[in-house]
């Protein structure tokens, strides 16, 4: 009954600011509109990145392989300082990248940035090889064996992913969100193609996330040359 009062309590006031602010509700609509038809293209893209991210999730656990998706996780966590740090990175070098005007500026800006997410990659990459035996304690508590190539597989994703989000970044300065999407679109289908392959070949399935990334690095890499020869 408590809740039944607040929610007709809130709605008569909301009511009261929709009538009071009627310009301004009108106006808050157009924008809801306008975002809703030019960033379809940017919500679905990333979307398409989630899911291409989370689908090894979603396919071991159809066929039944609990036991390579709780594997698959753990070994996450040894590279997730890495990956939690990335989009605030980005973030401020794509900031940094919208001040220039030419589209090679802002390339090498972001990329700047890139090599430093890389090298940062290199050095946490060491500093885990060095201390692994007493991270293994940590997280595993001897209880895991058998992740290392796993592990490995994350190092080589997270590399990827940092060279194809230096590209993705460049292009979002210009708004190229539709190629973003058709790039993630494709990459995921490579990517699912490869999962399943792997799984027929009875080799590590992980290692399609790489290939996901490398293949959408290839694309938008490739965009970016484009609309630089053609500026």
């Known amino acids: 009954m408590f809740s039944i009062f607040c929610i007709l309590f809130l709605l008569k006031h909301v009511i009261k600011i929709v009538k ?17 038809i ?28 609990y036991a390579s998706v709780a594997k698959a996780n753990i070994s996450r966590l040894y590279v997730a300082p890495v990956i939690m740090l990335m989009p605030a990175i980005s973030q ?12 090679s500026e802002r390339s090498k800006i972001l990329v700047k940035y890139a090599k430093i997410q890389l090298l940062f990659l290199l050095i946490y990459s060491l500093c885990l090889y060095i201390f692994k035996n007493t991270i293994d304690k940590i997280i595993l508590q001897n209880q895991i064996e058998d992740i290392n190539i796993l592990i490995i597989t994350w190092i080589g994703y ?5 060279i194809r989000d230096a590209a ?13 999407t058709i790039a993630n679109s494709v990459s995921f289908i490579f ?17 399609s996330l790489v290939i996901g990334e490398v293949f959408l690095a290839i694309f938008v890499w490739t965009r970016i040359f484009y609309v630089k020869k053609n500026q």
């Open 168 to 180: 993705s970044s460049v292009l979002l300065t210009v708004g190229d969100y539709k190629y973003i």
């Open 92 to 103: 401020v070098a794509i900031l940094r990248a919208i001040n220039n005007n030419k589209l």
């Open 158 to 162: 997270v590399f990827f992913l940092i």
């Open 20 to 36: 009071l602010n009627k310009v301004q509700f009108i106006v808050a609509i157009k924008n809801i509109k306008n975002l809703v």
């Open 38 to 65: 030019y960033s379809r293209w940017s919500v679905f893209g990333v979307f398409l990145v989630w899911l291409q991210s989370q689908c090894y999730i979603y396919v071991e656990a159809m066929y039944g392989d």
């Open 191 to 207: 990517c699912l193609f490869s999962y399943f392959l792997l799984k027929w070949l009875g080799l590590l399935t992980l290692f």
